[in-house]
Nanobody
Framework: QVQLVESGGGLVQPGGSLRLSCAAS????????MTWVRQAPGKGLAWVSD????????YYADSVKGRFTISRDFTKKTVHLQMNSLKPEDTATYYC????????WGQGIQVTVSS
């Protein structure tokens, strides 16, 4: 069964940190780039970050550059998103995504940044 399962979300104060994880199963993890996207309340999906299939290149939206770090663990078939210096505007449901055919999406995990 092809599956992505996110974990690590929650409520954090502005300036705080969270680490999201996305565990993959049912497909060859090392063959696919992995992506994080997010959806803020009342808004559409927004791309956050990519990591290549080999893990050797990473890409970030301008809004998170310098604060978020994406990485992948091939042993655990997991992709992480380390989020530092969080802002209220980072509040969203975060999804991980793999460009399998058909594409594979996680169930989403809530991140709330509020004092």
């Amino acid at each position: 069964q092809v599956q992505l399962v996110e974990s690590g979300g929650g409520l954090v104060q502005p300036g705080g940190s969270l680490r999201l994880s996305c565990a993959a199963s049912g497909f060859t993890f090392s063959n696919y780039a992995m992506t994080w996207v997010r959806q803020a309340p009342g808004k559409g999906l927004a791309w956050v970050s990519d990591v290549t299939s080999a893990g050797d290149s990473t890409y970030y939206a301008d809004s998170v550059k310098g604060r978020f770090t994406i990485s992948r663990d091939f042993t655990k078939k997991t992709v992480h998103l380390q989020m530092n210096s969080l802002k209220p505007e980072d509040t969203a449901t975060y999804y991980c995504y793999a460009d399998t055919s058909p594409s594979t999406w996680g169930q989403g995990i809530q991140v709330t940044v509020s004092s």
